[in-house]
């Protein structure tokens, strides 16, 4: 699978599962993983979950507009810039959103996120 198509199958995956199961992305997060939320950084898969299980909604809706990828050191690595817009049960308005994943590959064959870093963009 090219990085291109690698990269839209994690984003399809990783908001799928936020939208619906935040707690399920546990698996896609390690102990040096780190999260940069709105300024405030994480470390370590279950500190990341608990601050996004934490959120002040229980249901969401991401619409993705546009998935940027490219290469990422000799290890195969990937940076992964995403941007779209975040509906909240109850809101009018959607909030727009941008997020950028730094994916390591897995002994086994697949990917964890090594960076993250996720910032509304308020106009």
């Known amino acids: 699978m090219d990085a ?5 199958a994690f984003v399809e ?5 936020f939208d619906g199961n935040r707690a399920g992305l546990a698996n896609l997060y390690q102990e040096a993983s780190m999260l940069s939320f709105e300024g405030q950084k994480i470390q370590g ?3 990341i979950v608990a601050k996004l299980t934490s959120l002040p909604f229980q249901q969401c809706q991401h619409s993705i507009s ?3 990828c490219q290469p990422s050191g000799p290890a195969g690595g990937m ?3 995403v941007s779209g817009n975040l ?3 109850g809101e009018q308005h959607a909030l727009k959103f941008s997020q ?9 064959g697949s990917f964890y996120v090594l960076n993250d870093i996720f910032r509304l ?3």
């Open 100 to 108: 950028m994943f730094h994916l390591m590959p897995t002994p086994q």
């Open 79 to 81: 940076l992964v810039f």
């Open 87 to 89: 509906q909240l049960a």
């Open 66 to 68: 546009t998935v940027d």
């Open 4 to 8: 291109d198509a690698l990269s839209k």
């Open 121 to 123: 963009n308020y106009a």
């Open 45 to 47: 898969s279950q500190n």
């Open 13 to 17: 995956h990783y908001y799928s599962t």
